[in-house]
């Protein structure tokens, strides 16, 4: 499985960004797609997860700011953020999970600063 991850970038406090992230390869229809962080300094952390058949998940730290959607048809996983925080600042970090284990796509950088 390979992850293509895009969206990451700079924006001001309050502002939003979109990240994506498409899977490709061998996709079982049975699996979890999610975002994780990592901020300087700090240890990777569960963003939000979205399962195959739309359960989710998120840190409290997001909840209410961030949503996480999923198109099954297309093997891809969005993260919508809004009132961006400086403390959102981290490199984010595509996952993919199904049985087989799971997989990481490259990270995409999201700077919060004014």
């Known amino acids: 499985v390979q992850l293509q991850a895009s969206g990451g970038g700079l924006v001001q406090p309050g502002g939003s960004l979109r990240l994506s992230c498409a899977a490709s390869?061998?996709?079982?229809?049975?699996?979890?797609m999610g975002w994780y962080r990592q901020a300087p300094g700090k240890q990777r952390e569960l963003v939000a997860v979205?399962?195959?058949?739309?359960?989710?998940n998120y840190a409290d730290s997001v909840k209410g700011r961030f949503t996480i959607s999923r198109d099954n048809a297309k093997n891809t996983v969005y993260l919508q953020m809004n009132s961006l925080k400086p403390e959102d600042t981290a490199v984010y970090y595509c996952?993919?999970?199904?049985?087989?284990?799971?997989?990481w796509g490259q990270g995409t950088l999201v700077t919060v600063s004014s």
């Open positions: 979205i399962s195959s058949g739309g359960s989710t």
């Open positions: 996952n993919f999970g199904d049985r087989r284990g799971g997989y």
């Open positions: 390869g061998s996709i079982f229809s049975i699996n979890v």
